[in-house]
């Protein structure tokens, strides 16, 4: 079953910060976390395992409640860059490359 | 550089005509994904590969989909006859998956994606 993003779309200025969430209603190990512009292919931004850390580089990072199966991606002092579609996908399973599941999207839009 | 590459990036065709779309993906990855992109659907996954074995093609419309992988530098996705309702765009992702239950890459890496219109 399809993750649940939300919000379906948010539109922020430069500088502000925005959360993404990502909510399942399995059992999850894992929470993939991608980046897609408009007519590109989605690019990795971070993973997160059950058990693991919180994960973040730069203003981007993410969380893991494995309890609720849900992951939050925060985005800090946002910048024009980071406008695009996110997705999470999530998988149920360890092991590498297994199949994920992609939620819908949230589509962030940052004006100037 | 290690990036996945995908053959044809456009394709416009009529229906009816077969379409085959090609993927080569990072040199030493063994897992394989094909995935189709819409306004509508998302993301879906069509097929999945293991060290060029199909895991999971139950994605796939079986009557005029298939999912091969002649070597483990070619995966192939062929649609024949082609209805407009394919048109969309097809991404091949792949990734490292190890023996036992953890290692690896862990995530996958998405191609560049073919955009498919079918008239």
């Known amino acids: 079953q399809q993750p649940v993003q939300s919000p379906q779309a948010v539109i922020l200025r430069e500088g502000e910060d925005a959360v993404i969430n990502c909510s399942s209603s399995?059992?999850?190990?894992?929470v993939h976390w991608y980046r897609q512009k408009h007519g590109e292919a989605p690019v990795f931004l971070m993973i997160?395992?059950?058990?693991?850390e919180q994960k973040g580089h730069d203003k981007i990072s993410a969380s893991f409640n494995e309890k609720k199966q849900q992951s939050s991606l925060y985005l800090t002092a946002s910048q024009l860059s980071y406008s695009g579609t996110y997705f999470c996908g999530t998988g149920t399973l360890p092991g590498s490359a297994r199949q994920l599941t992609f939620g819908s999207g949230t589509q962030l839009t940052v004006l100037p | 550089d290690a990036r996945v590459t995908q053959t044809p990036r456009h394709k416009v065709t009529e229906m009816g005509q077969e379409v085959t779309m090609r993927c080569q993906p990072i040199l030493g990855h063994n897992t394989v994904f094909w995935y189709r992109q819409t306004m509508m659907q998302g993301l879906e996954l069509l097929a999945y590969f293991r060290n060029r074995a199909p895991l999971d093609d139950s994605g796939m419309p079986k009557d005029r989909f298939s999912a091969e992988m002649p070597d483990a530098t070619l995966a192939t996705l062929k649609i024949q006859p082609s209805e407009p309702r394919d048109s969309a765009v097809y991404f091949c992702a792949s990734g490292l998956s190890l023996s036992g239950t953890s290692g690896g890459t862990e995530t996958q890496y998405f191609g560049p994606g073919t955009r498919l219109l079918v008239l």
């Open positions: 997160l395992l059950k058990g693991g």
């Open positions: 399995k059992a999850l190990y894992s």
